[in-house]
């Protein structure tokens, strides 16, 4: 992967569906090695397949080796609802609107976007997670996972927008990874999202973080800035102590994905405040973004 700052990105949206539905017709055994194939992945390539194991074996994807009838279904209705379709248009929409915006950013010259399916038997990815997330904190790579729902199947392309707002953030900032950047990192892709796809696109994950509740989590978080070394002293903070307690990490007492919450409030804070959108702030150092938000430091 190389950076550039020209107007151009190649968003490459693997569609594996017609394989994923091939995939499904192969007895249990065989299905490990196809979908390392589909990934790309040689057999022999030690830390990838151990990776891919992690995700079918004890994550949120769909378990390799098992015979379900839910799960050619589930697939089914990913293409119906034309899951990669939603990706590449939205990423398209996301990416026009961003360099319309803020031409000259740094960005990945091309990122590659795999959609895979999840597990509906973990409750806290089902329940709690809403069935889908992605994950986009390495530059040129997007990963997503989701077991359609009657919420999330429409949302599949935005969850993608969030991601690459990620991609977009990390090459243009200096700032060390820390829990402060973390959570502020959530923030701008969540305001992001809305402003390439709707008030209504995201947010339900975080959605019953208001009020009160809003309050005493931000004080945590915030109060928390500054502290820790690693991600696994971050997490609870910013996924909450229900996606902690599952990883075998200490829970902070903090709702589920309330460190998003509180990104999304210091974030909204700072871009009222400075007049701006997150498509500029994307850019803005961690430090400049929380004195805008009041906060002293991070």
């Known amino acids: 992967m190389d950076l550039t700052t020209s107007d151009q990105i190649e968003i490459d949206v693997r569609d594996d569906a017609a394989a994923m539905t091939r995939l499904f017709a192969l007895p249990g055994a065989a299905r490990m090695d196809a979908l390392a194939s589909m990934r790309g992945i040689s ?3 030690e830390e990838p397949m151990k990776l891919l194991k992690q995700i079918h074996e004890q994550g949120d ?6 015979e379900d009838a839910r799960y050619p ?10 899951a990669w379709g939603q990706l590449r248009r939205e990423l ?3 990416w026009e609107y961003q360099r319309s915006v803020l031409p000259g950013i740094r ?6 976007v795999v959609l895979t399916l999840g597990n509906p038997d973990e409750p806290i990815f089902m329940e709690r997670t809403l069935g889908y997330y992605g994950m986009g904190a390495t530059p040129g790579r997007i990963w997503l996972v989701a077991w359609p729902t009657d919420y999330n199947v429409t949302r599949i392309g935005a969850c993608g927008v969030h991601e690459l707002a990620h991609n977009l953030r990390t090459p243009n900032v200096e700032t060390q990874f820390n829990l402060a950047e973390w959570v502020v990192q959530e923030g701008l892709a969540e305001v992001f999202t809305t402003e390439v796809c709707g008030a209504d696109s995201t947010g339900a994950w975080y959605a019953g973080v208001t009020g009160a509740a809003l309050d005493e989590t931000f004080e945590k978080v915030t109060g928390a800035f500054g502290t820790g070394s690693s991600i696994a002293d971050w997490t609870g903070y910013v996924l909450g102590d229900d996606v902690a307690g599952r990883m075998g990490r200490r829970p902070m007492g903090i709702p589920h994905m309330g460190g998003y919450a509180v990104g999304r409030r210091i974030v909204e804070r700072y871009l009222e405040k400075a007049g701006l ?9 961690t ?5 805008g938000a009041g906060i002293a430091s991070g």
């Open 43 to 45: 057999a022999f390539d």
């Open 287 to 291: 430090a400049e973004i929380l004195a």
């Open 61 to 66: 994807g769909f378990r390799v080796n098992v």
């Open 92 to 94: 398209a929409r996301a």
């Open 73 to 82: 279904a589930a697939l089914q209705r990913l293409i119906q609802a034309d």
């Open 107 to 112: 960005h990945p010259d091309r990122v590659e």
């Open 277 to 285: 959108k997150a498509a500029q702030a994307i850019v803005r150092p």
